[in-house]
Each structure stands twice: as structure tokens, then as C-alpha cells.
């Protein structure tokens, strides 16, 4: 067990639709990571939360936004649901931001979404 | 800009079969190194890391992975493999110069009893 909690662990939802995914950091960590998962593109970096602010931003669709909130827990909102959408996202934290030295990133155990 | 190339995508070997995985980065800065294992419906966990030092990192489960600045390299080794190596395997990189994690897209490994 990593430490990060990610929900729901499996979701299905019709195209068009629009879904959140949540993330809870392990305790003390700042920075929360985004990144989906499918075969075709392997690990895709989406966005990088730091203390509440964004700090980079990967290949992220305009469909999708996420936030970091006072409490430090993430969350992943998806619009305009396509077949394409349908992945593994996984969250991911850690400490500081990641070129610290030290630094280490955790994983959560991903959300599974099918998109249909 | 940016990149993490593994060339293996997939990649089966006999049990105490020795392993290396490439890892070949394009990155600015002063990079750091990490190389991560996802078993089958799991999260990835790190193996190992570098960030400074001996070049020659060692991590869990006999895996270790040496950093070769001069050609950008830092592949994973481990001398002789079980079948409960079989997962997929990311390289990946951060720089000082951004907050980004770049990583690879993976490479299967695949064990035969």
C-alpha cells in the first residue's frame, strides 16, 4: 500500500458524459500527480498540483481539468466523455516538487475507466 | 524536447536468465533517474533511483541500474531473473529545469517458468 487512495477504483459511463476522479495524497505529501494509462500511448503525463497551485502541465485535453484543494486532495474532472477517454488514470504524490533531491513519487492504484 | 525512449517493448527471458533494459533519455539539466515495476493489476512501485553520487545505483529485489551520463543511458540490470519479475518496467526522469516526470512506455517482461 502506497499510501495514496484514488476513487472510484472502476467507473463505465456512456460517451458524452462527464466523471471525477479523486485522489488522496499520503500524509505531508504536497505535490499530486496526474497521468493516464492506456496500451496504445503507454504513461502519459496530465498535470502537477504543488500546495494547491499547478506547477506543470503534460498532454492534457482541454476536456479535462483538475484542482488541488486546501486539503491537498486532487481531483480529475472529464467532459465530454469519448471511447478514446477510456484508461487507467493514475494519481500519484510526494513530498516536494520533483526535482528535489530525494524526491519520490508514489503511486495510487488507478482508476479504471470504460467509456461505452 | 523532453524524452525517455525504451527501445525494448517487451521482452522474454528463462528463469536465472540474466536482464538488461535500455533507457535512453533527452533531457536538460541536471536529471534524475528512477525506473519503476508494474506487476500484473497493480500500481507502479519504485525499484530504484538516482539522484547524485555513485553511478551504480542497487535497488530492491537484486535490481540495479547504472546512470552513464555520456550517453544519456540508464539501463536496468539484474544477473539472474524469476518468474516473478514478470511486470512491466518504466524509466523515468525528472530535471532541475521543470517540474515535470517524463517516463518511458514501459517494457514488458515476461518470464518463463
Known amino acids: 500500500d502506497s499510501g495514496v487512495t484514488q476513487t472510484p477504483k472502476h467507473l463505465i459511463t456512456a460517451t458524452g458524459q462527464r466523471v471525477t476522479l479523486r485522489c488522496s495524497p499520503r500524509?505531508?505529501?504536497?505535490?499530486v500527480y496526474w497521468y493516464q494509462q492506456s496500451l496504445d500511448q503507454g504513461l502519459q503525463f496530465l498535470i502537477q498540483?504543488?500546495?494547491?497551485?499547478?506547477?506543470a502541465k503534460g498532454n492534457i485535453l482541454e476536456r479535462f481539468s483538475a484542482q488541488q484543494f486546501p486539503d491537498l486532495h486532487s481531483e480529475l474532472n472529464l467532459s465530454s466523455l469519448e471511447l478514446g477517454d477510456s484508461a487507467l488514470y493514475f494519481c500519484?504524490?510526494?513530498?516536494?516538487?520533483?526535482?528535489?533531491?530525494?524526491?519520490?513519487?508514489?503511486f495510487g492504484e488507478g482508476s479504471w475507466l470504460t467509456v461505452v | 524536447a523532453q524524452s525517455v525512449s525504451q527501445h525494448n517493448h517487451h521482452v522474454i527471458l528463462s528463469e536465472a536468465a540474466s536482464l538488461e533494459l535500455g533507457c535512453n533519455y533527452s533531457?536538460?539539466?541536471?536529471?534524475?533517474l528512477f525506473w519503476y515495476v508494474q506487476y500484473p493489476g497493480q500500481h507502479l512501485q519504485l525499484l530504484l533511483k538516482?539522484?547524485?553520487?555513485?553511478?551504480l545505483v542497487k535497488g530492491i529485489k537484486g535490481f540495479e541500474a547504472e546512470f552513464i551520463k555520456s550517453k544519456f543511458s540508464f539501463n536496468l540490470r539484474k544477473p539472474s531473473v524469476q518468474w516473478s519479475d514478470t511486470a512491466e518496467y518504466f524509466c523515468?526522469?525528472?530535471?532541475?529545469?521543470?517540474?515535470?516526470?517524463?517516463f518511458g512506455k514501459g517494457t514488458r517482461l515476461h518470464i518463463l517458468p
Open positions: 500524509s505531508g505529501d504536497l505535490s
Open positions: 538516482y539522484f547524485s553520487g555513485d553511478p
Open positions: 533531457y536538460g539539466g541536471t536529471v534524475n
Open positions: 500519484a504524490s510526494s513530498v516536494s516538487l520533483p526535482a528535489s533531491t530525494g524526491n519520490t513519487i508514489y
Open positions: 498540483y504543488y500546495n494547491g497551485e499547478e506547477r
Open positions: 523515468a526522469v525528472t530535471s532541475n529545469r521543470d517540474d515535470k516526470i517524463i
